[in-house]
């Protein structure tokens, strides 16, 4: 079987796993806004009552969301990888403009070249690339710096970080002629089917 997994393949479990664990975030932060409002309104004497069990939940949500966050940064970065490698495999266009000087320039000339926006993807790559995942993953040197961007990740970020890679992933499929479609039809689409909202913080909208 494992003979059988192509680009695509790769590409695929990649960026689902990456949206299901974005979705398993989603779900984690909703209980947690109830957990941490019913902690915030305990008195101290309820909380010893307790051995403040709701504080205790608050910080397993809170380990749970950072590990679900973290999850999707770090295979939703593989899947855009994969897919300028796909894009580069089925597009003479894109292999003409690709050159291999790195994950920013490569995906910049590729759409380029399909005469496609670069605006998703630089909005991607300057929080999500370059904030979020790179911190995670490059820990050493500079880990004090690092660790500060880390602490800073949150929900908000990698959702919008994920649809603006989502869109230009899009983009390039439909610059290629590998793919069809508008952007956000494609997004509410592919959120249908992980269970996620499509229509969170509008304003990061093209």
């Given at each position: 079987m494992l003979g059988q997994i192509d680009r695509f393949?790769?590409?695929?479990?990649?960026?689902?796993?990456?949206?299901?664990?974005?979705?398993?975030?989603?779900?984690?932060?909703?209980?947690?806004?109830k957990w941490k409002a019913k902690s915030d309104a305990e008195s101290w004497d309820e909380k010893c009552k307790t051995a403040d069990s709701?504080?205790?939940?608050?910080?397993?949500?809170?380990s749970a969301i950072?590990?679900?966050?973290?999850?999707?940064?770090?295979?939703y970065q593989a899947s855009m990888e994969a897919i300028l490698s796909n894009a580069f495999a089925s597009s003479g266009t894109v292999a003409?403009?690709?050159?291999?000087?790195?994950?920013?320039?490569?995906?910049?000339a590729a759409l380029h070249?399909?005469?496609?926006?670069?605006?998703?993807?630089?909005?991607?790559?300057?929080?999500f690339y370059k904030e979020m995942r790179i911190p995670l993953t490059h820990l050493h040197p500079n880990s004090d710096?690092?660790?500060?961007?880390?602490?800073t990740i949150d929900f908000r970020r990698v959702y919008t970080g994920v649809r603006y890679?989502?869109?230009?992933?899009?983009?390039?499929?439909r610059g290629s002629g590998l793919g069809t479609g508008e952007l956000c039809a494609n997004w509410e689409y592919i959120c249908s089917g992980v269970r996620l909202p499509p229509d969170l913080?509008?304003?990061?909208?093209?």
């Open positions: 393949e790769v590409t695929r479990v990649h960026g689902m796993n990456a949206l299901w664990s974005l979705s398993d975030a989603y779900q984690a932060w909703i209980e947690y806004d709701t504080g205790t939940r608050v910080w397993a949500l809170e950072f590990s679900k966050l973290t999850q999707t940064i770090v295979l003409d403009a690709v050159d291999g000087n790195g994950f920013k320039r490569d995906w910049e070249a399909v005469g496609e926006s670069t605006q998703e993807f630089m909005k991607y790559e300057s929080d710096d690092k660790l500060n961007k880390i602490r890679g989502w869109w230009a992933h899009i983009r390039l499929l913080y509008p304003e990061s909208y093209p």
